[in-house]
């Protein structure tokens, strides 16, 4: 496996781990937080636009930096007066995020077949159980928000061990 691809892999499954740990302690402060960069940097990068507006350049450009700036400026405000919207998206996003990422996992668990690795099915059972998680994601059955972030954290604990094992598996498959 290329150096490069597998540190990258690696770092990824560290993060996913460490940030899966942080929404399982903190859910209630994590939302928040979450919503609030969200908006921040929405509402910032609005503000750029339309201060690029005001700097000059081509007729049609200063339309769309106007149009895009304000657009910008009044969802970052949206999301700061709103977090509950951002918190509906969440799940949903983060969803289809995981089932496609599944979806990739099942080919690579089936390489992993083909290349002989003998426990190539428990990537495959991995890869079907995070597909099954985003779909349970996708269509929301929580009561609670905080059970959710709970449960997103838990998906991404779960998809950094998975990405770590899957990582060290296929480095040692390609090495032989």
Known sequence: MIKGIRNSLL???????????????????????????????????????????????????????????????????????????????IPVALGVYILVDS????????DLKVLGFEKWWISLLASLLLAAFGVVMILQPFSLVSHLVIFIGVGFVFDGVFTLFNTVAADRAYKN
């Open 11 to 89: 770092a990824m499954s560290i993060l996913y781990i460490v940030l899966g740990a942080l929404l399982i302690i903190f859910p209630d402060k994590a939302l928040k937080l979450g919503c609030a960069l969200i908006g921040v940097v929405t509402l910032g990068y609005g503000v750029v636009r339309v201060l690029s507006y005001m700097h000059g350049g081509s007729a049609q450009s200063q339309r769309f930096q106007l149009f895009a700036g304000v657009a910008l400026g009044v969802i970052g405000i949206f999301l700061l007066v709103c977090p509950q919207f951002v918190v509906s998206l």
């Open 103 to 110: 979806i990739a996992d099942i080919k690579q668990a089936l």
